[in-house]
């Protein structure tokens, strides 16, 4: 697999505060994103957070989850300590969060606020996203100071052929509609699939600043080092 990410600052923002990290382990890889929350003053602190918690927590599972509620209460109960031991408050430091671990047979995949995945494997995209059906469109759900596990889109998807995995703040704005999103997963799978990493990140750093929107915008990619075929 081939792996990296993009991230350029929006016209609204001084700093970055979208955080991303993509990692091969020993037993497979992790992909995790957030978009900290621009209302919030240290949402940076909380969104660079949750991805360095992520990357240990499936390090240390082996990148075998037997128990997703569990998981995710072990990242949030580790995000939330190191957002207090280092002087903040959570609710300045809240975040969305999107992530994905895998090994050699099984994704999954998580999703809390307004970013979103797409997951392609053995020819199928399965998609992971916000509709906003139940708030305004500038709201999202987000990490805080309480756990609730309802709002997380939790999916475990088995495999035998992973083609590849694309998350995207909600600043990469395509249409909010599953149909579409994965038509767009599927097209950037097959474009990128079988490139080295620097020649992908290279284009993605070509088109991504043209997108409408002032929001901070990042895409991250885990992809088949060789090249995926069956564009629709």
Request: glycine share 6%.
């Amino acid at each position: 697999m081939v792996y990296g990410g993009v991230s350029i600052v929006g016209s609204y923002h001084v700093e970055n505060q979208d955080s991303f990290l993509v990692q091969s382990l020993d037993d497979g890889y992790v992909l995790a994103l957030s978009d900290g929350l621009g209302s919030c003053t240290s949402s940076k602190i909380g969104s660079a957070a949750i991805c360095h918690i992520v990357v240990e927590e499936a390090a240390k599972c082996h990148c075998q989850i037997d128990d997703t509620d569990l998981f995710l209460h072990s990242v949030y109960l580790k995000w939330i300590k190191y957002v207090y031991d280092n002087g903040y408050f959570a609710d300045e430091c809240a975040a969305t969060a999107v992530f994905a671990v895998c090994n050699n047979h099984t994704v999954w995949a998580f999703r809390l606020g307004d970013s979103y995945m797409g997951i392609k494997v053995d020819g199928k995209v399965h998609a992971l996203y916000d509709p906003k059906e139940d708030c305004y469109p500038n709201e999202t759900d987000c990490l805080h100071d309480i756990f609730q596990l309802d709002l997380w889109q939790i999916m475990k998807i088995e495999y035998d052929s992973l083609e590849g995995i694309i998350a995207c703040s909600d600043g990469v704005s395509f249409a909010n509609e599953e149909k579409v999103l994965s038509e767009v997963i599927e097209e950037l799978c097959w474009e990128y699939s079988g490139q080295k990493e620097e020649l992908i990140e290279a284009d993605m750093k070509r088109w991504l600043p043209s997108m409408e929107g002032h929001d901070d915008r990042t895409i991250v990619f885990l992809l088949s080092k060789e090249k995926v075929y069956g564009r629709k």
